[in-house]
């Protein structure tokens, strides 16, 4: 089973029981603000859920996130829509947490995982263009806009952002933040 640790989060495969946390994270509406409306319980039991945890046996997929060890949100690292031979990189978080920069902490240790134990080339993400937020978080994981494209689940027009693994090394890998700038 792969987890993460960072400084304040510990990552873990989503799990059938954090059903509930997932209900309820998505039940707010300025969480869901650039992403859809809020599925019901039967989705999310039957559908979502099933779809997050599709990867369990892999050493990537859907991770719920924990601050002493409560469920405060998810992040992922799954086979990108725009170029399967790359991870995509998500995240959700419950509002409470934000503003404090535990999506870039959690995303910085999934693109570690990716370039350093799955041995990608590169990660992407996708987002709203006016999530401003979340493409902050993309930007401070070393991203750059690539373009745009359909995404293919919610057939929204999105902006995609993408690191390859010499610009993470050169300016964002923990320990060199700063180096070059
Ligand atoms: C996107 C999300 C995960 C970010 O989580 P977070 O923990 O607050 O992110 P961080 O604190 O690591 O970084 C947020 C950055 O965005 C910046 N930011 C916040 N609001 C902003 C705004 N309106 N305009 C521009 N930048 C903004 C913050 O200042 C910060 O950047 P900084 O560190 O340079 O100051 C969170 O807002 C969320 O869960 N949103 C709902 C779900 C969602 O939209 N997910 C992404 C779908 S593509």
Not at 56 to 65: K, N, T
Not at 146 to 165: A, D, Q
Request: aromatic fraction near 8%; hydrophobic fraction near 45%; charge should be neutral.
């Amino acid at each position: 089973m792969t987890t993460f640790t960072t400084d304040r989060l510990h990552l873990r495969p989503i799990e059938v029981s954090d059903l509930d946390a997932l209900v309820a994270l998505d039940s707010d509406p300025e969480v869901m603000r650039y992403i859809g409306a809020a599925p019901s319980r039967d989705v999310v039991a039957r559908e979502l859920l099933p779809r997050m945890r599709q990867y369990a046996d892999q050493p990537f997929g859907f991770f719920a996130a924990e601050v002493a060890g409560g469920f405060i949100g998810w992040f992922h690292l799954r086979p990108s829509v725009a170029d399967p031979t790359i991870h995509e990189l998500g995240y959700r978080l419950q509002r409470r947490w934000w503003g404090v920069g535990l999506a870039t902490e959690g995303s910085l240790a999934l693109c570690l995982h990716a370039f350093d134990a799955l041995g990608m080339p590169a990660v992407d993400a996708c987002a709203l263009p006016e999530n401003l937020p979340s493409i902050r978080v993309m930007e401070k994981c070393g991203m750059s806009l690539i373009g745009r494209l359909i995404h293919p689940r919610g057939g929204m027009e999105v902006v995609r952002y993408l690191v390859t693994r010499a610009t993470f090394e050169d300016r964002v890998r923990p320990g060199r933040v700063g180096e070059r700038t």
